[in-house]
């Protein structure tokens, strides 16, 4: 009846949410007491987001179970551990399971060794997973209306310069966008792929935006970016 507790909070969730270490701390220790499992050790991530695995602390509990030196796994909500779906699903199927390691999530009531903490499991994490990826959806559209708007997102793009945050076309640049449509529209023998349109570029040695070679992708790009719609059209007439 070996466990080990597992604590985390990032700088933003601790100021929003008031979830701290010692918070967390103390319901692990009361929960193992009161389930009657031996908390060998407590391990904590201070200041570390749940995006991902590559965390110190966590690296450690997969250590711990797959020498299986522990026997439960005790965190205070379930979006400790991890905040993504995937890697929920990873550590259950390829760390929990095979080293017989019982997941514990104080918050959510779910204990892995009953079918139905296993299937409440899932179902917390695909929300978790859900939220994250509404929070994306969100961003992106937010990026879409203001370029849109012709606002600046990120450098400026090839046929474009920022001045005072907002982007102005650059005709010369502007130029060698109306090229590369142009090669992608022609006919027959005159219609190039993306790495020819590439090649001939780097032949006529015309840089990209940063000075450096052309690439497929790096067309492909040009030919897809919404920027462009009015040049793409003018061309296709």
Known sequence: MRAVGYIRVSTEEQ?????????????????????????????????????????EGIQKVIFLCQERKVDH?????????TRR?????????????????????????????????KFFLA??????????????????????YKISKGELVG?????????EKELRKTQD?????????????????NKLSLRQIANRLNEEMIPTKRGGKWYAETVRYILRNSRYRELRQAVCV
């Open 155 to 163: 450098s400026s793009p090839l046929g474009f310069e920022a001045i």
């Open 123 to 144: 179902i917390m994490g695909a929300m978790a997973q859900m939220e994250r990826d509404l929070i994306s959806e969100r961003t992106k559209e937010a990026l879409r």
């Open 73 to 81: 796994l005790i965190v205070y909500k379930m979006d400790r551990l």
């Open 15 to 55: 100021a929003r949410e008031g979830i701290s270490l010692d918070a967390q701390e103390d319901k692990v220790k009361k929960y193992a007491d009161l389930h009657n499992l031996e908390l060998v050790e407590l391990i904590s991530d201070e200041g570390k987001s749940g995006k991902d695995l590559n965390r």
């Open 173 to 189: 640049e502007l130029v060698v966008i109306r090229q590369i449509f142009n090669m992608k529209r022609g006919r027959g023998k």
């Open 85 to 117: 779906l995937l890697d929920l699903l990873t550590l259950i199927e390829e760390v929990f399971k095979p080293n017989k390691v019982q997941f514990h999530s104080i918050t959510e009531k779910i204990d892995t060794a009953t079918a139905q903490g």
